[in-house]
Structure formats: C-alpha cells, structure tokens
C-alpha cells in the first residue's frame, strides 16, 4: 500500500501521498478541478510570482515581530527554491479551477509550508510546528494574492513577447531595405493604384509591428499595480499594522521591479479591467500580424494565376495530392494564432465584467486565456520571423510586369507629358491591346529607362511645404 499521511481540514480527514509537498486542500483541488491540461505548475511565471509574494510576505511579517524569524526564514528559503525552480512538480492545480484562486493559492501555501518543515527538520504535514494558512499565509488571503501573483506572471512573460515582436519588426525592416529599389503596383480596394516599391510596403510591416511592441511593453507596466495588502476586500483586515508598506519593499527588492499598491484597495480588487486593457493591446498585435500575413498571401499568389510579386519560402509541400503544390503555411499559421488570441480576449472581457461586489473571482480564466495568447504570440513572431519573413525573396520581373501593365499609370505621367497626350495615349493602347508605357516607348516620348525613372518619381514621400 502506498504511504501516506493524515491531514484534515474543515470537511474531514484525508490520507495524502506522503511523498509529496502539498497537501489536503490542493488535494481536494485536483480532485474537483480536473478540466483542462494545464496545471499551475506549466505556468513557471506564475509560480515564481506566487513564491516572490509568500517570500516577501514572510520578510515582512518577521521583521514586524508577528512571525517567528526561525519559520519566516524556513519559509523564505522554501520559496528561494521554488524562484529557482525547484518542487514545480507539485503545483499540480488545474490552471481552471473553480475556487476562485483559492486551490491556486492553497497549493502554493502547502508546498512551501511543507518544505518549510523539511528544513526545520520536521515531516510534512506537521502543521501544530509551521502552518499553510497560519504562517505562510499570514497577511495575506487569496482575494489580493492570486490576482497579484497573475499580474506579475503576466508582466514576467511580457518580456519574451516583446523581444520576439522586435525580432518580427526587425525582419521586417530588412526586407524593407532589401526590397527598396523593387518598384510594383499599389492597390487600394483590391484594385490599381499608384507606384511604389516593395520596400515601402514592407517599412510599413515593420513600422506597425515595432508599434505594437511599443504599446505592448507599455500597457504591461499597469500591471505592476497590485492588489497586494488588500486582503479579502480591501480594507487590509487581517495583516499586521505596516505590512503593506514592508511587503512591497521587500517584493520590489526581490523583483527588481518598481511594485506598488493601488492607489484605492476596493478598486483594484474590485475591477480586472487592467487585464482587459492588455488583453486588448495584444488582440490588437495579433489582428495586426493577421492582416500583414494576409498580404503576403496575396502577394505571393501564384505568378500565372495570381500576383507573384513576392516567394515565400517553401517550408514543405502543400497538398497530399496536387503534386508540386507549396502553400504559404507559415502566414496561415499566424493568422490562425489571430483568430485564437481574439477569442481568448473574448473570454478575458467576459470574465472582468463577471466580477461580483468586491472582488473578481474569475482571474484563473483571465490567467490561463492570457499566458496562452502570450504564448502564442511569441513563439509565433519568433517562428515567423525566422522561417518566413527572412527568407522572403522579391519577383522583381514579375512586380514590375503587374505595375506597367496597369492603366492606373496614366496619372503619373500627365506632369511629364500634359492631360491631352496622356488621355490619347490611353485610347490609342486600349485600341491597340498595348500596355500604355509601350505606347510611350514606341511613340518616342520618353525612352524605357526614362519610364522607369519617372516611376521611381512617383514614389518618393511628398512634404508638405513649410507654412
């Protein structure tokens, strides 16, 4: 028979594995909440934000005289290990579970209690000698810990994202450079426009996800306000007088992270519209990507049957039965991680406004739909960049041939040749099946490099004129 351990709570006695460091209401937790395939412990960032605040919790009590220093410093060292990555295996509740955050945060509260004792040389589970809630607790209560402890997670990841959104921009901005002497056709409504060159639209690319990275890093600061010192709802009920002010010196020096209290308690734990405001920042970085990726599929269409003015790389064949066929798998790809990441948006909006009185009881739904968007869009940019963006090569031939077969040339050259000539030269190439640039070859009006300069004219940024 496998060992285990008495432990109980308020609904009875339970054995619990004695090989493991949490205890009977994490237990419990994984016996109602298994829904999903995430565990807290998958989510690394928050488990070290989980730690940060208990360690910081612990410094603050002891040196406020209400925790024991021998059990204060058990507990910093126990969740020292955790910061450094060890015990992850025993946060084992569902990232989805009901409770509020309260499993969440009981499983943090057992592992480090029972590894706390381990130190002290006891056996886990002797909670008369160090206790989950007493001790590791103290000062704190899952209402102002787990929203906390997502904002610092979410804050954490912020900086991979960011990094990989600067990788995708900076992809971008090559190609741009790369393609700036690449002259093709615009197009507005699907339909020719005016000259520019492959460079400018690929400078826009860059210039919009370099945005975004810029409004992501920035809106992520927000979330370094904390609910922290608030305890159940607010009013700090619970924790000793000059808790709050110790537990954000210590969190902040163990962070290196400028963290401070809201500036109204029953503000921020009543209202989650922090993570709503993130979540809409990257919604919006992934509709933006979406749309990009949906250029270059366009552009990209084939040379006989579509566009052709840019090669995707062709990172695997296409189809299981058109032999030859390459699909632009990467771009698509990205568009599906857009889809994915407004849906979970979705979800973050409904679960901040679900909030109820004092507090919002939904945050393990608003952590999991957020640490996967930000997954996605990170290991997304990076992929990317790296396998698409990089290798993307101009038709050159075949932008130019789209951008001289177009009459929407015609406006380009009427300060060069006048209203009357150009208008006859339309109807003269229209009557004859000729390109109109053909015609002004042919006609001796201006020679084909002289065309092309003309063109090259045409995309040259205008100034306006200084006042």
Not at 131 to 154: C, E, I, R, W, Y
Not at 200 to 223: P, S, W
Not at 336 to 348: L, P, S, T, W
């Amino acid at each position: 028979m496998k060992n285990t351990r008495k432990e109980t709570d308020s609904l009875g006695e339970r054995d619990v594995p004695a090989d493991v460091l949490f205890g009977i209401n994490t237990l419990r937790g994984v016996e109602n909440f298994e829904v999903s395939p995430l565990k807290i412990g998958d989510e690394p960032a928050l488990i070290r934000a989980l730690a940060a605040i208990k360690r910081a919790a612990a410094k603050a009590n002891t040196a406020l005289g209400v925790l024991d220093a021998a059990k204060g410093a058990a507990i910093v060292e126990a969740c020292d290990e955790i910061l450094a990555g060890k015990h992850t295996c025993h946060f084992v509740v569902d990232l989805l579970e009901g409770s509020g955050g309260t499993s969440i945060n009981m499983n943090a509260n057992e592992v480090i209690a029972n590894r706390a004792l381990q130190l002290l040389g006891h056996e886990p589970g002797r909670y008369d000698r160090l206790h989950p809630n007493d001790h590791v607790n103290m000062g704190q209560s899952t209402n102002d810990v787990v929203p906390s402890a997502v904002k610092l997670a979410v804050h954490e990841k912020s900086t991979d994202l960011t990094a990989a959104l600067k990788r995708l921009g900076d992809a971008f901005q090559i190609k741009s450079q790369e393609f700036s002497k690449v002259l093709k056709i615009g197009r507005t409504c699907m339909q020719a426009a005016q000259p520019m060159t492959l460079g400018q639209e690929f400078g826009g690319y860059a210039a919009a996800i370099h945005r975004i990275g810029d409004k992501t890093g920035k809106a992520v600061e927000e979330l370094l306000v904390l609910p922290l010192g608030g305890t159940a709802i607010g009013t700090g009920l619970g924790s000793a007088p000059g808790f709050r002010e110790l537990v954000y010196s210590h969190l902040s020096a163990g962070l290196n992270k400028p963290v401070r209290p809201a500036a109204d308690m029953f503000d921020g734990m009543q209202n989650a519209d922090s993570f709503a405001r993130i979540s809409s920042e990257l919604r919006i970085a992934a509709e933006v990507m979406g749309k990009i990726c949906l250029d270059l599929i366009i552009m990209s269409s084939g040379t006989k049957s579509g566009i052709g003015e840019i090669r995707l790389p062709a990172v695997q064949p296409g189809s299981s039965i058109m032999p030859g066929k390459v699909n632009p798998v990467l771009p698509m790809m990205m568009q599906q991680i857009a889809f994915a990441v407004v849906g979970n948006d979705a979800a973050v909006s409904l679960a901040s406004l679900g909030g109820q009185l004092e507090i919002n009881h939904f945050e393990p739904v608003i952590a999991s739909r957020l640490f996967d968007t930000m997954d996605l869009l990170t290991r997304g940019s990076r992929i990317f960049a790296d396998r698409c963006v990089s290798g993307i090569k101009a038709n050159e031939e075949q932008a130019l041939e789209n951008l001289l077969a177009s009459s929407a040339l015609a406006t380009v050259f009427v300060p060069k040749l006048g209203y009357s000539d150009v208008s006859r030269i339309v109807k003269d190439a229209e009557a004859e099946g000729k390109l109109f640039v053909d015609v002004i070859v042919d006609m001796g009006l201006l020679t084909r490099d002289q065309v092309i300069n003309v063109l090259y004219d045409a995309t040259r940024y205008r100034e306006k004129p200084a006042a």
